[in-house]
């Protein structure tokens, strides 16, 4: 699996993402119909256009400190990752995963934990300690996903975007690759 940082100054200005990239990204995101119809982003999980895509892409990347990082197998996308370097709280000092989503036809194959792996590793080695995410209330399978990672629950609170209920899970990162104790 390759691992690329979509470069933020792709969507500046208005300027399109290539339209083999946005084919990609659609086809992803609309595999995930189950995610989308829980989360809300899109109007009809059923029918996500290229457009819709790019402008919850462009939003993501509105965040000084956000990255997205596509992963490719075998030349294929096979997920995508949306990270903050820095939390819009100024008192939470971790960075967040907003998003890691595997294409359905690739589930339970092992990008996601090795995807989540790779994000990880990049924090890090930036120095930083812990890495939070959420996860959407009524999604058992995401909670699954990521307790089998080492990720732990330090709260429940709405999510900031939306307003929907989350529960909030942190992971420790040690600086030789393990977790670190608790």
């Not at 086809?27 to 989308?36: M, P």
């Not at 080492?150 to 900031?160: K, M």
């Amino acid at each position: 699996m390759i691992v690329e940082t979509l470069a933020p100054k792709v969507l500046e200005d208005g300027a399109a993402l290539p339209g083999t990239l946005l084919t990609e990204l659609t086809a992803l995101y609309a595999s995930n119909r189950e995610f989308h119809q829980l989360g809300g982003d899109f109007p009809d999980p059923g029918d996500i256009r290229p457009e819709q895509v790019a402008a919850a892409l462009a939003d993501e990347l509105a965040h000084p400190s956000a990255e997205v990082l596509l992963a490719r197998s075998e030349g294929r996308l096979v997920a995508v990752a949306v990270t903050l370097g820095r939390h819009p709280d100024p008192a939470d000092p971790d960075p967040w995963l907003g998003l890691l989503m595997v294409h359905a036809d690739e589930h339970r194959t092992g990008f996601g934990r090795r995807l989540a792996g790779h994000v990880e590793d990049v924090f890090r080695a930036r120095g930083r300690t812990g890495l939070r995410l959420a996860v959407l209330e009524g999604n058992p399978k995401a909670l699954a996903f990521w307790t089998s990672l080492g990720y732990e629950e330090t709260a429940r609170r709405p999510d900031l975007a939306h307003g929907r209920p989350c529960r909030v899970l942190r992971k420790d990162l040690a600086p030789d690759g393990t977790s670190a104790p608790a």
